[in-house]
């Protein structure tokens, strides 16, 4: 009985993941560009803010 519950608790954990990881890859997919060009441009935004104040510096 107790070993029945465990089981069905699990395999409801299982399909509650793997339905939660479907949905973050079609979340990543669909939005995967976007968040990359983002990225892309904080961290040229950094680099470019860096090099600024090192020049200011020297």
Known sequence: MIKLTL???????VGDTMSVTSLIAGYKT????????????????????????KNKVS
């Open 7 to 13: 089981l069905q608790s699990t395999s409801k954990h």
């Open 30 to 53: 669909q939005h995967v560009v976007f968040i990359a060009t983002v990225i892309f441009i904080f961290i040229l935004i950094t680099i470019v803010a860096i090099r600024d104040q």
